[in-house]
């Protein structure tokens, strides 16, 4: 990887850290720093064998100050199984800071179209996998009531998730347009 100078943040790698210290403790952001570039990461990830995702790239980016991590498609490919979480030899927790890498491109307005759908999901629903009409029939085949205790069978629920997406403006994080009741292209 060539790293160009001129598009280096030095303090970005303490961005990333405050970030997780907001999110997940002050450990967590600070373990970044332990990478030394092992590749036992991005050799044991699930999604590195079937995509371009390298865990290792992510991680060296964030450490170099290359911001542009932050509009790389590749870090959406983790699918959070903290294999390499488990198999640092330097405990550095990268699951966890792609994660906050994750939430940095967000706040940037970089999201996957799928997670967005995703999330779309709970603003309509209240729910991020909604109950079809497989999953209903499969309750009542196994003696469950045909709806869940969730939201989306509860209107009063449903508007308090909602209120809640509005005052966190995460109906705008995602581009959700509230009139089609579905994401803005």
């Known amino acids: 990887m060539v790293i160009r100078t001129d598009k280096l943040n030095k303090n970005f790698v303490n961005i990333v850290a405050e970030e997780g210290k907001l999110v997940f403790g002050e450990h967590v952001g600070k373990s970044i720093n332990a990478c030394y570039q092992c590749g036992t990461c991005t050799g044991s990830c699930p999604s590195g064998r079937l995509t371009a995702y390298r865990t290792r790239k992510m991680i060296r980016k964030a450490q170099c100050g290359l911001e542009d991590v932050l509009d790389c498609d590749d870090m959406w490919y983790c699918t959070t199984c903290y ?62 009531p045909p709806e869940s205790p969730t939201a989306q069978f509860s209107k009063k629920d449903l508007e308090e998730v909602r209120t809640l997406i509005k005052e966190l403006n995460f109906d705008k994080l995602i581009k959700f347009d509230w009139e089609k009741m579905d994401l803005c292209e």
């Open 83 to 144: 294999t390499c979480h488990e198999r640092c030899p330097r405990e550095v927790k990268i699951t966890d800071v792609i994660k906050i890498l994750r939430n940095l491109a967000s706040k940037k307005g970089n999201m996957a179209l799928a997670h967005r759908k995703t999330a779309s999901y709970v603003v309509k629903f209240g729910h991020a996998v909604p109950a079809n009409k497989e999953i209903v029939e499969l309750r009542r085949k196994l003696g469950l």
